[in-house]
C-alpha cells in the first residue's frame, strides 16, 4: 500500500479503557504502514503513548447502564464542544469512532455535515438494541469496521459500507504471544493439571459494576465452599481500581474462603480457572477464546434493567452465545443473578467434567467463528484508503465494500 503523502491529520475517538487499548494498536499500525500522520483526539494513556494529542482523557467520560449516563452530562458536553472546536479549527482528514456509541455518534453528525468522513470501528450494538441508529449511521458514517462475524451482513443490508475485519482481542493476544488460546484442549496447563478446584470472580471493571457484582457473587461462593472441598477463588481486580476498595469487599469472607484478589491481566487469571462466574461484557469473550468454561451475570440498577428490556432485541447477553448464535454457557440475569442460583449453576458444571468438556469445546468453535489476528492491521488499511480518497480521490466504495 502506498503511503499517505504530506502530513495528513486524523482525530481518533475512544471512550473507554478498552477503545483506548484498541484505538492505539490501529494508530501503530497507521503509523507503521504510512508515518506521515498527525493523531490527536479522546483516549488514555495506551493512545497518547502511540503518538496521539490527547485532548480530553477517556476516563473523564466513561459510564455504565443507562440511567448512570445522568451524572457524567456535564462533562459530556463540555467535551463534545471542544472536539467539535478542534474539528472545525484541524480539518482532519478521517474522523476514526471506537465504540462508544452516543458521544461517537454524535461526533459523526458534526463531523459528515463538516465534510469529514467517518470510520466506524466496534459498532455500536444496534443489531442488539436502538436500532433506529442505523439510519444515523447509514447517514453519517462512511464505513464501518466490524469486530464480530454477523455484523458485516447486518449493515450491508442496511445499505452500508462495512468490512468484517476479526477481533481485537486476538490481537491483543497474539502481541503477547499466547499459544496457550489456541491449544486444541481449550483449557491451561494450569488449571487441567492442579487437583485443586479454583473459580474465578470477574466482577467488572468499573466500581459500580464491582460494587453491584462482588457482594453477590462472594455470597454465592460461600456456598459453594460449603459444597465443594478445597475449592479455592481469585476475583479479578481490573486495571484503576483500588485493592482497598475490593478488600472492603472480600475482607469479610478472609476467615471463610480461601480467596485471593489478582491484580494481574485477565489471561493470567484464567490460567488458573476451572470455570469463571463473569459479569457480562468483554471478559466474557476473552474467556471464550481461552476456553475456559463460566457463568454469566448481568445486572444492572432496576430502572436501567427496565429500560433494557423495552430496547432489547436480541435472546442473549453474552457475547460468547450471541455469536453463537444459542446458548452456549448459562446466563444468570438480574434477579436470576442472586448466591443461591449462581452458586447451584457453578457446582452443576463443577461436579460434571463431561459437561465442562462439552463446553470447552463448544467455545472453541466460537473461537474460530472470530477468525484470525489482524483486525487493526485492516482496520488501518481502510483507514488509509480513506484518507487517500478524501485527497486524491482514490479508491471507492462499491456493493458495500471498500476498495483499499
Given at each position: 500500500?502506498?503511503?499517505?503523502?504530506?502530513?495528513?491529520?486524523?482525530?481518533?475517538?475512544?471512550?473507554?479503557?478498552?477503545?483506548?487499548?484498541?484505538?492505539?494498536?490501529?494508530?501503530?499500525?497507521?503509523?507503521?504502514?504510512?508515518?506521515?500522520?498527525?493523531?490527536?483526539?479522546?483516549?488514555?494513556?495506551?493512545?497518547?503513548?502511540?503518538?496521539?494529542?490527547?485532548?480530553?482523557?477517556?476516563?473523564?467520560?466513561?459510564?455504565?447502564?443507562?440511567?448512570?449516563?445522568?451524572?457524567?452530562?456535564?462533562?459530556?458536553?463540555?467535551?463534545?464542544?471542544?472536539?467539535?472546536?478542534?474539528?472545525?479549527?484541524?480539518?482532519?482528514?478521517?474522523?476514526?469512532?471506537?465504540?462508544?456509541?452516543?458521544?461517537?455518534?454524535?461526533?459523526?453528525?458534526?463531523?459528515?455535515?463538516?465534510?469529514?468522513?467517518?470510520?466506524?470501528?466496534?459498532?455500536?450494538?444496534?443489531?442488539?438494541?436502538?436500532?433506529?441508529?442505523?439510519?444515523?449511521?447509514?447517514?453519517?458514517?462512511?464505513?464501518?469496521?466490524?469486530?464480530?462475524?454477523?455484523?458485516?451482513?447486518?449493515?450491508?443490508?442496511?445499505?452500508?459500507?462495512?468490512?468484517?475485519?476479526?477481533?481485537?482481542?486476538?490481537?491483543?493476544?497474539?502481541?503477547?504471544?499466547?499459544?496457550?488460546?489456541?491449544?486444541?484442549?481449550?483449557?491451561?496447563?494450569?488449571?487441567?493439571?492442579?487437583?485443586?478446584?479454583?473459580?474465578?470472580?470477574?466482577?467488572?471493571?468499573?466500581?459500580?459494576?464491582?460494587a453491584r457484582n462482588l457482594p453477590v457473587m462472594l455470597a454465592a461462593a460461600r456456598r459453594l465452599e460449603s459444597r465443594i472441598s478445597g475449592i479455592k477463588f481469585i476475583v479479578s481486580m481490573a486495571p484503576g481500581i483500588d485493592r482497598y476498595f475490593m478488600e472492603n469487599f472480600t475482607g469479610p469472607y478472609r476467615d471463610v474462603l480461601d480467596i485471593e484478589i489478582h491484580s494481574g491481566a485477565i489471561e493470567d487469571v484464567l490460567r488458573l480457572c476451572r470455570l469463571v462466574v463473569a459479569a457480562s461484557g468483554t471478559v466474557t469473550l476473552e474467556a471464550a477464546i481461552f476456553g475456559v468454561p463460566m457463568v454469566i451475570v448481568y445486572r444492572v440498577s432496576p430502572v436501567s434493567f427496565l429500560l433494557g428490556r423495552m430496547l432489547v432485541s436480541v435472546e442473549h447477553i453474552g457475547l460468547a452465545n450471541i455469536i453463537a448464535g444459542e446458548r452456549v454457557v448459562p446466563e444468570l440475569i438480574q434477579k436470576q443473578a442472586e448466591p443461591a442460583q449462581i452458586a447451584r449453576t457453578a457446582a452443576a458444571l463443577l461436579s460434571d467434567p463431561d459437561s465442562l468438556d462439552r463446553l470447552r469445546r463448544r467455545l472453541r468453535s466460537v473461537r474460530a467463528m472470530l477468525g484470525e489476528p489482524g483486525a487493526s492491521a485492516k482496520t488501518a488499511d481502510i483507514a488509509l484508503s480513506m484518507i487517500r480518497r478524501k485527497r486524491f480521490g482514490s479508491g471507492s466504495c462499491k456493493n458495500n465494500f471498500c476498495e483499499l
Open positions: 500500500m502506498m503511503p499517505v503523502q504530506e502530513n495528513a491529520r486524523v482525530m481518533i475517538i475512544a471512550g473507554e479503557t478498552s477503545g483506548d487499548n484498541h484505538g492505539a494498536r490501529v494508530v501503530r499500525e497507521m503509523s507503521f504502514k504510512s508515518g506521515r500522520l498527525e493523531f490527536c483526539g479522546i483516549g488514555g494513556p495506551r493512545m497518547k503513548q502511540a503518538g496521539v494529542e490527547i485532548i480530553t482523557d477517556a476516563g473523564s467520560l466513561s459510564v455504565v447502564g443507562i440511567t448512570e449516563v445522568f451524572s457524567k452530562l456535564p462533562a459530556v458536553f463540555r467535551e463534545a464542544s471542544r472536539i467539535k472546536k478542534e474539528m472545525l479549527s484541524r480539518r482532519p482528514d478521517l474522523l476514526i469512532l471506537i465504540d462508544f456509541p452516543d458521544f461517537n455518534l454524535h461526533m459523526a453528525k458534526f463531523a459528515s455535515k463538516n465534510k469529514v468522513p467517518v470510520l466506524y470501528y466496534i459498532s455500536p450494538q444496534v443489531w442488539a438494541w436502538r436500532r433506529g441508529r442505523v439510519r444515523r449511521i447509514k447517514k453519517y458514517v462512511e464505513h464501518m469496521a466490524v469486530i464480530l462475524p454477523f455484523e458485516a451482513d447486518f449493515y450491508r443490508e442496511h445499505g452500508i459500507c462495512a468490512t468484517f475485519v476479526g477481533h481485537p482481542l486476538l490481537d491483543h493476544y497474539a502481541e503477547k504471544d499466547n499459544g496457550d488460546a489456541e491449544e486444541d484442549n481449550g483449557d491451561f496447563p494450569d488449571a487441567r493439571h492442579s487437583d485443586q478446584t479454583v473459580l474465578g470472580l470477574l466482577p467488572g471493571s468499573r466500581k459500580s459494576e464491582i
